[in-house]
């Protein structure tokens, strides 16, 4: 009796339990094989995904200690290149949340060489724009270096090459967080101030009287603190509202004790950030001051609207997704069951729930997409496939409560879907048709609460990623692009996606190609670096729209 060999030993068709022979595939967290990113792919993960809640197959603890070490790794391989990537990603607000980015500046400023210590700490005002973010920086260098010289100038710095007036407003809005305060690390570090800057100093650090008569002015660059000063001093609403409204006052600086009166909220919201009036719908919506045909609702719908200002404000589409997903509930998000959108919550006191404005949830959901940069349809015909497996609802998105993957991937999906007009979306579940794979009722005029409902609602199946290319061989659909999001954690096919991608070329004559777009932050993925038609993004990134674009027209 003869052996066919070739049924077991197959670079054309080989189980994803398997490495593909020759190829530099490694084991995956399933048993599975895929293909490894390195070290600068994944420090980009990171950065943008972060490694909150962990993933279906790592917990918190684990995935965090693989990034840090993935990020630790780069420091050492080339600091420089590692610090650079870390500022150009937070300055340009690619990422949801700058915590990432933070600790990773930190590491560098901690376990690098002098050369990149020097411009972790040169660095620092770029990345901790905030003092919230200042704080979060020193509670995590100290857990790799002590307080040498270099690290009270780099601190001292921060302080000393702000503009006085933006100091004054950073020592007021941002005073203490994490267990430092602006006091302790003044202290520590003598900030070399100068003119005005040393009144604002003095004030931070309980110095009697530092703030001098004229500072009262509101074109002082004292102001801020003398405003906040005022407030504390206020005996009633209309004092507190005039001293917002003469020095544009900001939330955190008004005494807690006014802050459930619509009159105060109101005096805040005419100058309001947009990132603190998306923060705030809950509350201003729970005291009154958002109603269907309120004054409010209307500057807050203008707000959404404006493109321009959305831009400046660099407010990322997953603060518009998690503002969404939290006002959309009624309900806070700590007390919210998930998944995401879901209709049942668990029981909650009147002082966390609210009654949503239908036209402030649309707007919501048109900011979102607003929050991408504009990019030109490629004309090209795109196979959208979201894997919704078990792995994929999973762990959270930039910390977001309730965000998985799963639901992240039909928001990335919707903007890919709103851009290019041929385009088909599929989920692959496991059930129901040959492949496994199904077309999801996800459209460019579909609301995003809508589209992520549709997802969570579907049948976790095992993890196949080439579903997506067999699928459309067997239908016979033309296609020039697919574009999976994933964990890449795949692991149950009789072929790998790569290889499937290569059959659906040599059988249609297309060279298609294959974006993966990573929404875990770990270490695999299913496209094989070594070929020029496959691209890994990350998911969240702003840039995605328009690398997607990029690729398909290249």
């Avoid at 004054?168 to 203490?176: D, I, N, P, T, V």
Wanted: proline residues 7%.
């Amino acid at each position: 009796m003869s052996v066919n060999y070739a049924r077991h030993f197959s670079t054309r068709t080989t189980p994803q339990s398997e490495p593909i022979p020759g190829s530099r595939q490694v084991p995956n967290s399933t048993g599975g094989f895929a293909f490894a990113v390195d070290d600068w792919a994944r420090l980009d993960r990171f950065l943008i995904l972060g490694a909150e809640g962990g993933s279906y197959y790592a917990g918190e603890r684990e995935l965090i200690l693989k990034n840090a070490e993935g990020v630790r790794r780069c420091v050492e391989a080339d600091g420089l290149r590692a610090v650079a990537r870390i500022a150009e990603i937070s300055a340009s607000g690619r990422a949801p949340k700058n915590d990432p980015a933070v600790f990773a500046l930190a590491l560098a400023a901690g376990m690098g060489r002098q050369d990149t210590r020097a411009a972790a700490l040169a660095a620092l005002p770029r990345v901790c724009r905030t003092g919230t973010h200042l704080f979060r920086f020193v509670e995590a260098v100290e857990r790799f270096r002590g307080w040498g010289r270099a690290l009270r100038r780099g601190v001292g710095a921060w302080y000393a090459d702000r503009d006085p007036r933006d100091l004054a407003y950073q020592l007021g809005k941002y005073q203490s967080r994490g267990g430092w305060s602006h006091r302790d690390l003044l202290r520590l570090c003598h900030a070399p101030v100068s003119g005005p800057a040393v009144a604002a100093v003095r004030w931070a650090v309980g110095k009697p009287d530092p703030l001098p008569p004229d500072a009262a002015d509101p074109t002082s660059p004292l102001a801020p603190l003398a405003a906040f000063e005022a407030a504390k001093r206020a005996t009633s609403v209309a004092e507190v509202v005039r001293v917002i409204r003469e020095y544009k006052l900001v939330r955190e600086c008004v005494p807690t004790r006014w802050l459930a009166e619509p009159a105060v909220w109101a005096a805040l919201l005419e100058d309001m950030p947009l990132a603190a009036l998306v923060r705030n719908l809950a509350t201003m919506t729970r005291i009154g001051l958002l109603t269907p045909r309120s004054d409010a609702t209307y500057t807050v719908l203008g707000a959404l609207a404006d493109a321009d200002r959305l831009r400046r404000s660099r407010l990322h589409p997953v603060a518009l997704l998690a503002a969404l997903r939290t006002y959309a509930a009624g309900v806070s998000p700590r007390r919210a069951e998930p998944p995401l959108f879901s209709q049942r919550v668990a029981p909650a006191d009147r002082s966390n729930t609210w009654s949503p404005v239908p036209r402030i949830v649309d707007a919501l959901d048109a900011a979102f997409h607003d929050a991408f940069a504009h990019v030109e349809p490629t004309g090209k015909r795109w196979l959208l496939a979201l894997d919704v497996s078990g792995s994929m609802g999973w762990g959270e998105i930039a910390g977001v409560p309730n965000l998985t993957p799963r639901d992240g991937a039909a928001a990335m999906a919707l903007v890919t879907a709103a851009t290019e007009p041929h385009h088909f979306v599929t989920g692959f579940t496991g059930r129901g048709a040959k492949f496994g794979v199904e077309p999801l009722p996800i459209g460019p005029r579909q609301r995003l609460d809508d589209a992520v409902r549709v997802v969570s609602n579907l049948p976790m199946g095992p993890t196949d990623c080439a579903l997506p290319m067999l699928y459309a061989l067997e239908r016979g659909l033309k296609v020039d692009v697919f574009v999976v999001y994933t964990d890449s954690e795949t692991w149950h096919g009789d072929v790998h996606p790569v290889q499937a991608l290569r059959q659906y070329r040599e059988r249609t004559g297309i060279a298609a190609k294959l974006v993966v777009v990573g929404m875990v932050s770990n270490e695999f993925s299913i496209a094989d670096p070594d070929d020029a038609g496959m691209l890994d993004v990350v998911g969240f990134d702003t840039a995605v729209p328009q690398l997607l674009a990029d690729f398909a027209a290249a």
